[in-house]
């Protein structure tokens, strides 16, 4: 049996010799099961519900000599919201390390985890200073990583061959989570819990702010995610890590969707519902705190701008990845 990631049913993780024997007397009983996996056995394949991680068979399927025959879908719990994140979270708890960058969405998953956290970053960074700040008022243990020019050029040297279509954003943050997950693969761990989801479920974005019809921008940006998994979930996997994602459980996006659209916003304060639960856990202070992209907050963004003109592109950072994709 070959398992990446992990797996549950009805709310227990399951070990490997768990798993063995439950499947091992009836396949499709994978097809309730929930967590983030792909799973291989015998001529048998499956991927989660949302496929968080990246697998030879369609998400949410369970494959027996490459036909379908089933479609995995965990049962759904009648969950609050904040019953639903802690749910998620503590499921995910039992190993690995939570990247904390400092904003509301990482900040609330490392406190209710309380696992490790690490930051990386250029020197003087926002995200450094950020999740310095927040693991030393919540006692959370904290090891940061400074990022110096020449580990984004090699970074970014290696992240441009993974997607030729990667846009220079993409490439951006995927530059961002190559630093990341090569970090905490050094500190020895595989699972890395994120915050990825929350702006797509609860309205981060600052162009979620003005938009004409909320609920339509959510829902394209939620399909979208599947690409952005994709792309995080590849880099990760340079380094052998995963990322883990509790936003993006199924019990969290089944509770997100009862919450009226038009109380993710107001009053400018974008993902509030998340940012009321989260004041009942960590300081106000932190819960409404707004933090920059990650490309931006770790100072990366920049590094790969000052890279291209350094290399003669003055006017196009496209053109400078262009560039090292022929090389």
Request: proline share 5%; hydrophobic share 35%; with cysteine.
């Given at each position: 049996?070959?398992?990446?990631?992990?797996?549950?049913?009805?709310?227990?993780?399951?070990?490997?010799?768990?798993?063995?024997?439950?499947?091992?007397?009836?396949?499709?009983?994978?097809?309730?099961?929930?967590?983030?996996?792909?799973?291989?056995?015998?001529?048998?394949?499956?991927?989660?519900?949302?496929?968080?991680?990246?697998?030879?068979?369609?998400?949410?399927?369970?494959?027996?000599?490459?036909?379908?025959?089933?479609?995995?879908?965990?049962?759904?719990?009648?969950?609050?919201?904040?019953?639903?994140?802690?749910?998620?979270?503590?499921?995910?708890?039992?190993?690995?390390?939570?990247?904390?960058?400092?904003?509301?969405?990482?900040?609330?998953?490392?406190?209710?985890?309380?696992?490790?956290?690490?930051?990386?970053?250029?020197?003087?960074?926002?995200?450094?200073?950020?999740?310095?700040?927040?693991?030393?008022?919540?006692?959370?243990?904290?090891?940061?990583?400074?990022?110096?020019?020449?580990?984004?050029?090699?970074?970014?040297?290696?992240?441009?061959?993974?997607?030729?279509?990667?846009?220079?954003?993409?490439?951006?943050?995927?530059?961002?989570?190559?630093?990341?997950?090569?970090?905490?693969?050094?500190?020895?761990?595989?699972?890395?819990?994120?915050?990825?989801?929350?702006?797509?479920?609860?309205?981060?974005?600052?162009?979620?702010?003005?938009?004409?019809?909320?609920?339509?921008a959510l829902q394209k940006?939620?399909?979208?995610?599947?690409?952005?998994?994709?792309?995080?979930?590849?880099?990760?996997?340079?380094?052998?890590?995963?990322?883990?994602?509790?936003?993006?459980?199924?019990?969290?996006?089944?509770?997100?969707?009862?919450?009226?659209?038009g109380e993710l916003i107001?009053?400018?304060?974008?993902?509030?519902?998340?940012?009321?639960?989260?004041?009942?856990?960590?300081?106000?202070?932190?819960?409404?705190?707004?933090?920059?992209?990650?490309?931006?907050?770790?100072?990366?963004?920049?590094?790969?701008?000052?890279?291209?003109?350094?290399?003669?592109?003055?006017?196009?950072?496209?053109?400078?990845?262009?560039?090292?994709?022929?090389?």
């Amino acid at each position: 049996m070959d398992l990446i990631g992990w797996v549950e049913y009805k709310g227990n993780p399951l070990n490997n010799a768990e798993l063995i024997t439950t499947l091992s007397t009836n396949p499709r009983k994978i097809l309730a099961c929930g967590g983030e996996f792909y799973l291989s056995w015998d001529e048998y394949k499956a991927r989660d519900y949302y496929g968080i991680i990246p697998g030879p068979c369609p998400a949410g399927t369970l494959s027996h000599n490459g036909r379908i025959i089933g479609t995995i879908e965990p049962p759904a719990e009648q969950l609050t919201l904040e019953e639903a994140i802690i749910t998620a979270v503590r499921l995910r708890s039992d190993t690995g390390v939570t990247a904390l960058s400092g904003g509301v969405d990482s900040t609330l998953v490392a406190y209710l985890a309380g696992l490790p956290c690490l930051s990386v970053g250029c020197t003087d960074s926002h995200d450094i200073r950020q999740a310095t700040h927040v693991s030393q008022n919540l006692g959370l243990p904290l090891q940061t990583r400074i990022i110096n020019p020449r580990d984004i050029e090699e970074a970014l040297s290696i992240v441009v061959t993974l997607d030729p279509t990667w846009s220079p954003v993409d490439v951006g943050i995927a530059t961002s989570l190559f630093c990341i997950s090569e970090y905490a693969s050094e500190l020895g761990y595989r699972r890395i819990l994120t915050g990825q989801g929350a702006d797509e479920l609860f309205g981060g974005y600052t162009r979620h702010l003005h938009s004409n019809d909320l609920a339509a921008a959510l829902q394209k940006d939620f399909l979208n995610l599947a690409n952005q998994v994709s792309r995080d979930q590849r880099t990760a996997a340079c380094h052998a890590t995963y990322l883990s994602m509790p936003y993006l459980d199924t019990r969290v996006v089944c509770a997100a969707s009862q919450v009226p659209v038009g109380e993710l916003i107001m009053k400018g304060v974008r993902k509030r519902p998340l940012r009321i639960i989260a004041a009942r856990h960590i300081p106000a202070e932190f819960a409404y705190y707004e933090k920059k992209a990650m490309q931006y907050g770790t100072g990366i963004w920049k590094e790969i701008k000052r890279l291209a003109r350094h290399n003669g592109y003055n006017t196009s950072v496209q053109d400078y990845i262009n560039s090292l994709r022929r090389t």
